[in-house]
């Protein structure tokens, strides 16, 4: 059996909306499967909710709700969200479900057995936010000398409960040996030379289980403790695998910088104790920033990725947020750049490149196809079809940014070609010429929209269709289109502009 390429997303916390972080890991996840399936693989997409543990207790109680009634709705709203971004979700899965729960108990109850998780006692911080225990060397000194939390920035609870521990400790050298042995493991490697350090330094052994805490799966044998939330969300991946021979172990755990300890750290150590196979890779992305600033709920600036696709439509939004900054590198997110990129690139590079080839082949071919002129010329097209590996390879390293690069250089080089070949002289003076540099434009074009596929589906299935691929109407969705069949195939036919300009 050929094994999937299983790409996963973290599960989010449900105690708010979605939003444009989320919405950003999602679309990179998406555009990765898409490339895959592209290529012929198999690929398989997890995301999910991380429904328990005490934020999301209290989330609910502000809004007056039973936590699952509360957890139901929030929910939805991330599954309707990626269908609207036009995500291809292969598996979603809520950390309430009991497929999920029955293998958060047995990976408990085997470390358990096996000696790896023992009882004891924690004294000291807890953050509600980042839902982590906080050494006191860790945290920051508010106002009147209260203890805040390193990244919530936020006020912690001072815990005092009996708890079961997880011996990380004993893992920090299986963990040094496996970082060194893949290389790849970890990525990028400027943020993965962080976790180096920080397990090089040596790991505590840390606390599994909470009492105060009410919202959550039991330990097994042991109902007065919850499972810790943390603990119970990272087994998602494995227990959304369970059943299928072709999944485990996960391809790519994509995540946030500020997660990566938990997956790249515990995770790993989790699955070396339990005796499964390890992720082959974990990617930690950076962060958004919205016009300058973080997003918080003080500053009430989180951006509703709905807001952006009413005004500039799906794909633009997929686009962006991939061009805009490297993946993994931290960035800005403000309006003045979408619209100078949405204008610049995708208005006039791209659109203008497709609009003005499907013109001339309608204009001076009577809307035909050009046919492949006789062997042995010169085609343009063909060290444009060179340029797939190269983008395959960045998109495979996560370089989504890197791959956008190589596509635009080659739009930008046809758009230079329209102007340097002028196929509107060419036709007055010489046709079979003019057929030429024609069939070189529609097939490189088709190429680029082969390669634009993972970011913008749709506007993908626009392309092919007016350079004759596949003829569909325009309501079909990107699916539709590659699960379907060919009308009038071999005939150019314009349509609408694919990126009116915005002001
Ligand atoms: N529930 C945990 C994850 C458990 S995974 C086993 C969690 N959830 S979260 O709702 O807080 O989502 C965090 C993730 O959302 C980040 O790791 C990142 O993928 C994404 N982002 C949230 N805000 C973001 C930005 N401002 N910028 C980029 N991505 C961000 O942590």
Known sequence: MTKRCYITTPIYYINAAPHLGHAYTTIAADVLARHFRGRGRAAHLLTGTDEHGQKIEDAAKAAGKH???????????????????????????RTTEKRHEDKVQELFALLLKNGDIYKGRYEGLYDVVSESFVKESDAMKGPGGVLLGPDSGKPLQRLSEETYFFKLSKYAPRLLEHYKANPDFLAPKSRAAELHRFVESGLEDISVSRTKVKWGISVPGDPGHTIYVWFD????YWSAAAGAEDLWPADVHIVGKEIFRFHGVIWPAMLIAAGLPLPKKVFAHGWW???????????????????????????????????????????????????????????????????????????????????????????????????????SAKMEALDFCGALDVIWEVIRSLNARVNEKSPWKLAKEDAKQCELVLFDLVWSLRLVSGWLDPFMPSTAAKIHMQLGVRLFPDALTAEDVLAGKTQRPGLIQKGPVLFPRKV
Do not use: Q
Not at 233 to 236: P, S
Not at 322 to 347: C, H, I, Q, T, W
Not at 348 to 355: C, T
């Open 67 to 93: 936590v699952i009634d509360f957890c139901d709705t929030t929910s939805a709203k991330f599954r309707d969200l990626w269908k609207h971004l036009d995500i291809h979700v292969d598996d979603y899965i």
């Open 289 to 391: 920033t919205v016009e300058g600033h973080k997003m918080s709920k003080s500053l009430g600036n989180f951006i509703s990725p709905y807001d952006i696709t009413a005004e500039y439509g799906v794909d633009a939004l997929r686009y962006f947020l991939l061009r805009e900054m490297p993946f993994g590198n931290d960035g800005d997110f403000s309006k003045a750049s979408l619209v100078k990129r949405y204008n610049a690139e995708l208005a006039n590079d791209l659109g203008n490149l497709v609009s003005r080839v499907s013109e001339m082949v309608d204009k001076f071919l009577g809307g035909r196809l050009p046919t492949k002129p006789p062997l042995g010329e010169d085609f343009y097209t063909t060290a444009v079809a060179k340029r797939t590996s190269e983008i």
């Open 233 to 236: 969300a990272l087994i998602n």
